[in-house]
């Protein structure tokens, strides 16, 4: 792509992203990409020239908070800012694409989650021409599963990251995966972001030797199927297992290496025994369950029986007895009963997540689940049940978190914390912790991750901020735990 030159003052741009891990890394490259060109980011909206939104369809609540933004703008744009310029990026524009504009037509730029790369091209065009862009893929239909090689377009926001030594931040995110193939009835993405596309590994590979080389001690390798990994050149195939043995031993200064979101059906033991045998490689596994009841697997097009994820967790425990895992579970999906629900809470007591993320289901429209299923858990019920498995996944995280008390573990410092770990004396003037900074203080209050995920908050020095730190734990709480540095 030629250069696009920015003749004026520097349009100012400002970025709002929703939902997961993959928007966040897309609008870290979309950041880097047009700052390369000249724009400059705001963290004001008001005082941005180019408004970015960059959606989430996952969740119901997701999609409104967007719809109300865009109403925001609208006032924004006809009071008080009439070239002001309103992008939507990302799963909504991609979806819902001739229903945004309808009732929001102020919007003026539309980019799908595949087209990303186009945006440079799609903003200078909105702004000289003052006429709507549009880049969508169309993935409205399903396709029969492919594995296809990054295509070049796909491959470009990757391979646009601009490397600075300047980089601030010690953890980073790397996509390996675009996409998805498994067609989970209740559930957008493979319409939004199409079917699944791999990354070739030496690009992956050189992507993370770069970030480590600019100080990064943490990636996080992405994909929404991460586990499914797989690249063919010629006649040599690339497999998850053959790629992080690859990363964990050509880049031997990466300090973690942990990736999301696994699936559970075809989670091969190589890729467990890799992990084992890696020790800069993070024991943890995200891995989302949904249920417990085969009955509501089925429905929701899984894949997979309880019995294979338990299967999974054993195999994964057996080698690895300190594997943390993370879940997510839909309660109310059409259909569930009360037998159902149990057989989710013995789920959950059984593999004993450190976190789970709960959903009450909300039906999206456009899914297989919409078509074919009705929506018949009344919300009261939804709402009890999904209180029911937050007090008990509550419950078990409190006794992970308490059974650590004593043990001395390495953090990495990720910032300061929110959490209240000293308790001022009566007299003692206490700081607003949101005005400390790692210049204004030399003792603060931080927070730190373990290699399971696990957050403690202690207290130290401001300008232990991405460095890698041990701590020994104190007090434990549902959400996270609480340390001392040891010296
Ligand atoms: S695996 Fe299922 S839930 Fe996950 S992104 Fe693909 S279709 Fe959606």
């Known amino acids: ?3 696009i030159e920015i003749k004026e003052s520097p ?13 966040i890394l ?33 969740r119901q609540l997701a999609e409104q908070k967007v719809w109300s933004q865009l109403g925001r703008l609208a006032i924004e744009k006809r009071e008080n800012n009439n070239d002001l310029v309103v992008g939507v990026l990302g799963c909504m524009a991609e979806r819902e694409g001739a229903e945004l504009v309808k009732r929001m037509p102020h919007i003026d730029v539309l980019c799908g989650p595949s087209e990303l790369d186009k945006l440079p091209g799609l903003l200078q065009n909105a702004m000289q021409n003052r006429q709507r862009q549009v880049a969508l893929s169309g993935h409205t239909s399903r396709r029969s599963a492919t594995l296809e090689k990054a295509e070049d377009g796909v491959e470009a926001l990757d391979l646009s990251r601009s490397f600075s030594a300047t980089r601030s931040s010690k953890q980073a995110y790397v996509r390996i995966t675009r996409g998805c193939n498994k067609f989970c009835t209740y559930c957008v993405v493979p319409y939004t972001r199409g079917p699944e596309v791999h990354r070739p590994p030496l690009a ?28 063919q050149d010629g006649g040599k195939t690339t497999s998850f297992a053959d790629l992080l043995a690859m990363i964990h031993d050509q880049v031997p200064d990466l300090q973690r290496l942990r990736f999301l979101t696994s699936y559970p ?15 800069r490689m993070c024991k943890y596994l995200h891995i989302p369950a949904q249920s417990g009841s085969n009955e509501m697997l089925r429905k929701m097009n899984r894949g997979y029986t309880v019995e294979t994820y338990f299967g999974l967790i054993e195999r994964a425990r057996m080698r690895m007895p300190d594997i943390r895992f993370a879940g997510d579970i839909i309660v109310g999906f059409p259909g569930e009963t009360d037998a159902d ?23 999206r429209s456009g899914t297989v689940a919409d078509r074919r299923f009705v929506d018949d858990v009344p919300d009261d019920v939804k709402k009890a049940r999904n209180r029911d498995l937050l007090d008990l996944q509550n419950g078990i995280a409190l006794e992970i978190h308490s059974a650590m008390i004593g043990q ?11 959490l209240r770990v000293h308790r001022p004396q009566p007299g003692e003037v206490q700081l607003g912790w949101e005005k400390r900074s790692a210049e204004s203080t030399s003792h603060v209050r931080l927070m730190g991750r373990t290699q399971g995920d696990e957050i403690i908050a202690f207290e130290g020095s401001g300008d232990l901020v991405g460095k890698l730190v041990t701590v020994k734990v104190t007090e434990a709480t549902q959400l996270s735990m609480r340390g001392q540095m040891v010296p």
């Open 1 to 3: 792509m030629s250069a």
């Open 11 to 23: 349009k100012q741009v400002f970025i709002d992203t929703y939902g997961c891990q993959m928007n």
């Open 265 to 279: 059906r075809d989670f091969d033991d190589a890729t467990l025994d890799v992990m084992a045998a890696s020790p």
């Open 26 to 58: 897309d609008s870290e490259l979309v950041q880097e990409q047009l700052q390369a060109l000249g724009y400059q980011f705001t963290s004001i909206a008001a005082d941005a020239d180019v408004v970015l939104l960059n959606t989430c369809s996952v």
């Open 408 to 418: 001395e573990i390495d953090v990495i410092v990720e910032g300061f914390s929110p």
């Open 204 to 231: 992956i590979v050189q992507e993370v030797r770069s970030l480590v080389e600019q100080g990064v001690l943490e990636v996080t390798l992405l994909g929404q199927t991460v586990n499914h990994y797989v690249f």
């Open 341 to 363: 629900h149990e057989a989710t809470r013995l789920l959950i007591q059984k593999v004993r997540y450190k976190s789970c993320y709960i959903f009450k289901y909300s039906p």
